[in-house]
Nanobody, 120 residues
């Protein structure tokens, strides 16, 4: 089993910055893509950003130019640098990792979520 532990959430004023971290631990054979998703009250969970094991990234249009996803494969950790935060970025942010025990199979693992609140 693989556990994902997120950290770095909190309360920040509009225009401020936060950096989220997510570390994977446990029996890890290979981690393919990693990513961040968020869920605001009353809304469905949505993709924020993803990054492949090779470093290719994908962002939601709403965060392009403000958020940066990165990863440290040696530490099995993914980061999300969030700048120019807006009130509409307020949500619970979840880390996701695609775990590949074999070359032919992968499954999705989720963290417990970390709250990000953008408010003055």
């Amino acid at each position: 089993q693989v556990q994902l532990v997120e950290s770095g959430g909190g309360l920040v004023q509009p225009g401020g910055s936060l950096r989220l971290s997510c570390a994977a631990s446990g029996t890890i054979f290979r981690i393919n893509a990693m990513g961040w998703y968020r869920q605001a009250p009353g809304k469905q969970r949505e993709l924020v950003a993803t990054i492949t094991s090779g470093g290719s990234t994908n962002y939601a249009d709403s965060v392009k130019g403000r958020f940066t996803i990165s990863r440290d494969n040696a530490k099995n950790t993914v980061y999300l640098q969030m700048n120019m935060l807006k009130p509409e970025d307020t949500a619970v942010y979840y880390c996701n990792a695609r775990i590949a025990p074999t070359a032919l199979y992968e499954y999705s693992s989720w963290g417990q979520g970390t709250q990000v609140t953008v408010s003055s």
